[in-house]
């Protein structure tokens, strides 16, 4: 059977974050709790990460330790699986209701560092070698078949996982639709479903789905959305206004002015998110030159 690919690892991981998100109804209180994150959350990352570990164990008994996936791939998956958790089921969770900065912590980590992790980790594969023989095959058929593939290549396009990770960045971070995010659960789920599922589709067209004839198109990708996102979290921290009324309560009970929350907000998604596109792209003209390949670097 050919290798599973991460072609479906968009969909399957956005149950997690769907229901991550309860939100604080407009006109009440954020809740008390540290951790506002929902039990299915827990249950949600419980079983992806016991699948990761069980298809692991099945497949290294099959093929060899460090074979199909090889040690560093794991320890990428094992990674990405502890951010995401960190980013939806610790106090981050709850404290993005109540500050700005929180909350962009909360999204760069989904984003930039557990996105990427999870790439690179190919947590499809080790899922598939979790499933029966005979279910394995019929997934493997599944992910064939020209009903998947073709809007898959369609998505997966470069130009179409630039854009919308683009479009679902600037359009959530548009003063309308963030407010909607805080004030519903539902449009608080779509918003960051959003930003994990294209953050996912963007890594796989920069990491895992590049030739090394394409790494100047890989870097194009990397540096423009290091640009972008920079933009955007320059223009949070030069406003001298606040953008999102919601928190002009919140974050002075927490001690910290709302325009110096935002501004610090910003700042994290200019500063170290914008670093991490630049060791992304480091990392690929290395693979490069080492004559490896981009591609051998995500299996």
């Known amino acids: 059977m050919p290798r599973p690919r991460h072609s479906a690892l968009p969909a399957l991981l956005l149950p997690a974050v769907v229901v991550a998100h309860p939100g604080t109804p407009a006109g009440e209180a954020a809740p008390a709790s540290i951790v506002g994150t929902e039990p299915w959350v827990f249950a ?13 164990a099945r497949l290294w008994r099959h093929a060899g330790a460090g074979r199909g996936l090889h040690a560093g791939t794991v320890a990428a998956g094992a990674a990405g699986f502890a951010v995401l ?3 939806l089921a610790s106090p981050v969770d709850a404290l993005a209701d109540r500050l700005f900065a929180a909350h962009m912590v909360q999204h760069e980590l989904l984003m930039v560092v557990a996105a990427p992790l999870l790439v690179l980790g190919r947590p499809l594969a080790a899922w598939a070698w979790a499933l029966p023989p005979a279910a394995r095959q019929r997934v493997g058929g599944w992910l064939r078949h020209p009903a998947w593939r073709v809007p898959w290549r369609a998505l997966t396009h470069p130009l179409s996982a630039w854009s919308l990770h683009a479009l679902a960045l600037w359009a959530w971070h548009l003063p309308l639709c963030f407010e909607a995010a805080l004030r519903s659960p539902a449009w608080h789920a779509l918003q960051h479903a959003s930003f994990l599922g294209t953050a996912l589709l963007f890594w796989w067209c920069t990491l895992a789905a590049v030739p090394r004839r394409a790494i100047g198109g890989a870097l194009l990708s990397l540096f423009t959305t290091m640009l972008h996102t920079g933009a955007l979290g320059a223009l949070f921290s030069l406003s001298p206004l606040v953008w999102y009324p919601h928190y002009l309560g919140s974050a002075p009970v927490l001690g910290l002015d709302p325009l110096e929350d935002q501004q610090l907000g910003g700042l994290i998604m200019w500063v170290p998110a914008g670093a991490a596109y630049l060791a992304a792209a480091l990392w690929q003209v290395q693979r490069a030159l080492q004559g490896g390949g981009l591609q051998q670097a995500a299996r």
Do not use: D, E, P, V
């Not at 949600?44 to 692991?56: D, E, F, V």
């Open 44 to 56: 949600w990352l419980a079983l992806s990460i016991g699948l990761y570990a069980i298809g692991t």
């Open 85 to 87: 958790a960190l980013a």
